[in-house]
């Protein structure tokens, strides 16, 4: 299964609270411990490979040190990485803090505009190259910028010209662009 859409790094804070900040009426959060986890289209993947299916993940990620961790959580999820380039955005990571089994807050570091053209190019090729193999294309759009309709109908349009099942994991409000998904 090629899984394409948004990768995100989910990172948890696992934290005690023991005062209030003097500063503002706040919590003071000591961090006990940190996981990471596949988000975005990267959980979509994890799941399936959590089911024994060979699953390929296709995207994009950042040049970056949280592209660096990212590798790492689907290197331990079985998730073939061979399908992601790197980009000159960073990594999309979202930060949650867990507080006494509460969650605190959640802070988010991504950029959700498109991506260049030759990135759209890059991941085309790769894609068109490879698609053969696969039964089924899941396309699982986060709106961080990896799916704009005319990049989603030219990937729609290459996996049912070879035999694939499309599967839609769609946000947003439109869902015109998926049409001739199954």
Known sequence: ILVLGDLILDEFHWCEINRISPEAP????????TTLAAGGAANVAANIAALNAKVDLFGFIGNDQTGEKFLKVLKEKNINNTGLIKTRRPTNLKSRI?????????????????YSALNYKKLYKLISKNIAQYQAVVLSDYLKGVLPAAFTKKIIQCAKQHNCIVI???KGHSFAKYSDAD
């Open 98 to 114: 867990i507080a006494s089994q509460q969650h605190v807050v959640r802070v988010d570091r991504e950029e959700t505009s498109n």
């Open 168 to 170: 839609v994991d769609p």
């Open 26 to 33: 706040v919590p003071i959060c000591q961090v006990k411990s």
